[in-house]
């Protein structure tokens, strides 16, 4: 048969702000079930390529596709919707919201029988919030978040909030999950932590990851493909050891 189409397939992506080329023409494809980083510069424009993938920016020109569907033009909740879940900076949940609540908010998009048959007590809705509920248990032990479920999300420490952040994203059951520098500012021990249950979304849950990430270390032991962003262009795309030793890209990184 034909072969799996990327996951996702990006293609002259073009952003402008006012004045500003974000974007010049970016294409990059993700394989299915693999991790591909985003790494450049400060100001290169990895942050506004997840912002553009998410829905949250909308492209000057080129087109996103997730498989067959083309994302371009989409709002944020329809790309979610699509099975594309990304991580914020700051988790945007009420303070006295715990672990559990928190991740089962990533359940929304998958919610079919909706508010009213659970106001109404119907027994669909409860077979389905047991299933949510079990689905965040599984989550919370394959992140290591169990023992914190009944914790209120906020008062847990930096690292751990990050990674109810992931959680979260993870409950959406997303195709592709986009993480912006999700091990900044934290502890190397909650590196590593945070890189392990990275590396096991990949392999377990077969989920493609798009990772903005400034630790090259990180970067070389996680990733299948690596795309380098400078000034917004694309100077270098392939395997992670190739991109390494590129003379583009150790001139970008070296400011030479
Ligand atoms: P990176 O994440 O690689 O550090 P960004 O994607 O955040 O870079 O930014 C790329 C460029 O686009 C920068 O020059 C930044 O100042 C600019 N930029 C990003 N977002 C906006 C915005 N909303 N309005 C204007 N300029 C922006
Ligand atoms: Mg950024």
């Excluded at 067959?68 to 099975?83: D, F, K, Q, Y």
């Excluded at 990949?202 to 795309?227: F, K, P, Y």
């Amino acid at each position: 048969g034909a072969p799996a189409p990327p996951a996702l397939a990006v293609r002259e992506l073009t952003v402008r702000f006012a004045g500003l080329l974000a974007l010049d023409s970016v294409s990059f494809t993700v394989e299915p079930g693999s991790l591909h980083a985003l790494i450049g510069p400060n100001g290169a424009g990895k942050s506004t390529t997840l912002n553009v993938l998410s829905g949250v920016y909308r492209a000057t020109s080129g087109s996103v596709r997730l498989g067959g569907e083309e994302l371009t033009g989409r709002s944020p909740h329809e790309i979610a919707r699509l099975g594309v879940a990304r991580t914020f900076q700051n988790l945007a949940v009420s303070p006295y919201a715990t672990v559990a609540d928190t991740l089962l908010l990533g359940r929304h998009r998958l919610t079919r029988t909706g508010f009213l048959a659970a106001g109404l007590r119907l027994p669909s809705a409860a077979r389905e919030a047991a299933r949510h509920r079990e689905r965040v248990v599984e989550i919370a032990e394959f992140t290591g978040l169990a023992p914190y479920l009944d914790r209120p999300a906020a008062a847990l420490p930096y690292g751990l909030r990050k990674l109810v952040e992931l959680g979260r994203a993870l409950c959406m059951e997303p195709e592709v999950l986009l993480l912006d520098e999700p091990v900044a500012g934290m502890t190397s021990d909650e590196r590593r932590r945070t890189a392990s249950v990275i590396a096991r979304v990949r392999e377990s849950l077969g989920i493609s990851i798009v990772l903005v990430e400034h630790d090259m270390g990180m970067v070389m032991r996680l990733a299948d493909a690596v795309t380098v962003l400078d000034f917004g262009r694309c100077i270098a795309d392939g395997p992670p050891a190739v991109v390494q030793s590129d003379p583009d890209v150790i001139r970008a990184y070296l400011g030479a």
